[in-house]
C-alpha cells in the first residue's frame, strides 16, 4: 500500500509563507501529481498539479501566490506558500491528480490567522 506523508504545516500570519512537503513510499515519476485541500465544511479540491516534466496547473484561487514543486529521484511533492490569506486555512493533502489513484494521507493542517 503506497504511503503519502505530509509535513510542514502549521499557524502563519496574513502574507507570511509556508511550505509543505509530501513523502511517498513509491516512485512518483510516471505520475502526475497534486496538492489538494479541504477546508472545514467543505469538499476537498485540487489546487495544483504538476506533470513528472514540471508542467503546472493552479486553481484560480491560489495562481500567482502558490508554487509546486517535484523531486522525482525523492519522490517528494512541495508546495510553496506564499502571501497566504486567512481563506487558505485547510487540511492539505497531496496525491495523483487530476484523479486520486492512492490512498489519502493524513494531510497537514494549515491555519492562516493573525
Not at 12 to 39: F, N
Not at 56 to 61: G, Q, R, V
Not at 90 to 98: L, Q
Amino acid at each position: 500500500q503506497v504511503q503519502l506523508v505530509e509535513s510542514g504545516g502549521g499557524l502563519v500570519q496574513p502574507g507570511g509563507s509556508l511550505r509543505l512537503s509530501c513523502l511517498v513510499s513509491r516512485r512518483i515519476s510516471s505520475y502526475t501529481m497534486g496538492w489538494y485541500r479541504q477546508a472545514p465544511g467543505k469538499q476537498r479540491e485540487l489546487i495544483a498539479r504538476a506533470t513528472s516534466s514540471m508542467i503546472t496547473n493552479y486553481a484560480d484561487s491560489v495562481k500567482g501566490r502558490f508554487t509546486i514543486s517535484r523531486d522525482n529521484d525523492a519522490n517528494t511533492v512541495y508546495l510553496q506558500m506564499n502571501s497566504v490569506k486567512p481563506e487558505d486555512t485547510a487540511v492539505y493533502y497531496c496525491n495523483t491528480a487530476p484523479t486520486s489513484v492512492f490512498g489519502w494521507g493524513q494531510g497537514t493542517q494549515v491555519t492562516v490567522s493573525s
